[in-house]
């Protein structure tokens, strides 16, 4: 394992996905453990996407008690919901909701009116102000569904609906998730970068190839929306994992 730091974002690499997920999910249980011994519940963000199988699978091998979790999701496409295939929800279900206790699970309603949906989920984190967050990065740079042309630093809002850009939406058939290019919904209603970036702890894990040229951002762009995934570099309380591919260009 290698380690390197740039303004206040670690970076740990390892060889091979497997030991970055493991080390990301000792990373996260040892975050939510300290939620916890300060509060009655954690309130956890959990990205849905390919980077983040062998993470959620070994926090479920970590000692954590689920039942003081409240489960949050970061992003869904319009329209899409549990049991629709292609749905962050089920993918966050099949991977780790429906595979531990916890004390809530709480599923963006992304099949509501817009305006009914966010305003929703606002009124839940707004209950629920967010302790930590498990995402990835995009072959964009965003995070959660901020691509570039419209991420905001100082969003306003709490959850909003965007247009997906045309890098975004081809990752999802590079991830295998949609069949090819047209398959892919061009909305989606996202977490705001504000809205991340409020949680004291943000575990970030990015693997495969395919993401080597975002790392690459990630770490030495300049600070700002061009490379959404910037952002993590002012955050005191983030930390980024790695495998040997994805950190093949720093």
């Known amino acids: 394992m ?6 206040n974002l670690i970076a740990y ?5 497997a030991e970055m ?9 040892d975050a939510i453990n300290a939620v916890l011994r300060e509060k009655e519940y954690a309130n956890v963000v959990f990205a849905a996407a390919p980077s983040q ?3 959620l699978a070994s926090l479920l091998l970590e000692d954590v008690d689920f039942s003081r979790i409240n489960a949050f999701h970061m ?9 629709d295939s292609q749905s962050f929800a089920t993918y966050l279900y099949e991977h780790i909701f429906g595979k531990a206790d916890f004390h809530s699970v709480n599923i963006i309603p992304a099949k509501l009116p817009i305006d ?9 984190l707004s ?12 072959e964009n740079g965003h995070i959660a569904f901020n691509d570039p042309p419209v991420a905001d630093f100082n969003d306003t809002k709490v959850i909003k609906r965007v247009e997906l850009d045309e890098k975004c939406r081809m990752q999802q058939v590079h991830d295998g998730c949609f069949p090819d290019f047209d398959s892919v919904p061009k909305y989606a209603l996202t977490l705001t970068i504000p809205t991340m970036l409020s949680a004291r ?11 080597a040229d975002a790392v690459y951002g990630m770490l030495n762009a300049e600070i700002s929306e061009a490379c959404p995934a910037t952002a993590l570099r002012n955050h005191t309380g983030a930390a980024l994992f790695l495998d040997a591919d994805s950190a093949s260009k720093i």
């Open 75 to 83: 992003d869904e496409y319009v329209g899409l919901s549990i049991g």
């Open 127 to 138: 209950e629920n102000p967010v302790d930590v967050v498990l995402l990835g990065i995009g």
């Open 201 to 211: 702890y943000m575990i970030c894990t990015v693997p495969a190839i395919t993401k």
């Open 53 to 55: 199988n062998e993470t």
């Open 21 to 29: 997920g493991a080390a990301a999910a000792k990373c996260a249980a």
């Open 2 to 7: 290698k380690t390197l730091k740039k303004d």
């Open 116 to 124: 009914e949906a966010c305003a929703e989920y606002e009124r839940l």
């Open 13 to 17: 690499v390892y060889e091979t996905r």
